[in-house]
């Protein structure tokens, strides 16, 4: 049975200009959600919003049942810590340091053991003793992605997670992710510009003239 995992209400951000306003979003268990639109027009900045590190304006989120911009600084990092997972199209690996070593920063902090099966199913679990710097780039996105999810996050946020990827790469980064969720009780929140990519999710919408617009 599917549960609630962050609501957003009436959520309104300006910075010199105004992005968005009245945004309503709500996201449960098992859901996976994509937001497209232009360059610009405030897609990561609406899941920055979503994933605690930018306080909207005007408007509400409740996370995980807890009005979320009402929660001390200790209550937020533990959020990050243990609940949400952010996947980037730049990875941000520890280049001095192994793979393993990387996905082992965050399963320590997280308290969560390292699953193998993530690191078969994203085809990188050979490459674990080599360094960062001696990957490629589709092998150093994927080590980020399974980073994220030692963690066991309850939503994963991604924001172009597969930006740098060639599409067979990009299809099996997805097929874990869609996976994940499925076999666990999370959700996903995806920003992209790929449209193909957006239609495999179970909503879809469209950040357009300052309003997000869910699509058919």
Known sequence: MSQLLLE?????????????????????SHQSAAIV?????????????????????KGSITL?????YSLD????????????????QFHY???????MENIEV??????????????EKLEIKELMGQRIGDLSGGQQQRVSI?????????????????????????????DVLFEYIQSTDAGLILVTHDEVLAAH???SFRLEDKVLHKRA
Do not use: Q, W
């Open 37 to 57: 639109g232009r360059s610009g027009c405030g897609k990561s900045t609406l899941l920055h919003i979503f994933s605690t590190f930018i306080e909207p304006n």
């Open 146 to 174: 399974a980073r994220v999810l030692s963690k066991k996050p309850r939503i994963i946020f991604a924001d172009e997670p597969t930006g740098n990827l060639d599409k067979e790469t990009a299809k099996l980064v997805m």
């Open 8 to 28: 957003a209400t009436h959520i309104t951000h300006s910075f010199d200009y105004t992005l968005f306003t009245d945004v309503n979003f709500t996201l449960a």
């Open 93 to 99: 690996l520890f280049k001095g340091m192994s793979a």
């Open 201 to 203: 999710c179970d909503t």
């Open 64 to 68: 995980f049942g807890k009005d979320l």
């Open 73 to 88: 600084d200790n209550a937020i990092e533990a959020l990050r810590r243990y609940d949400i997972g952010i996947i980037f």
């Open 106 to 119: 965050a399963s320590m902090l997280s308290g969560e053991t390292i699953d193998d099966d993530i690191l």
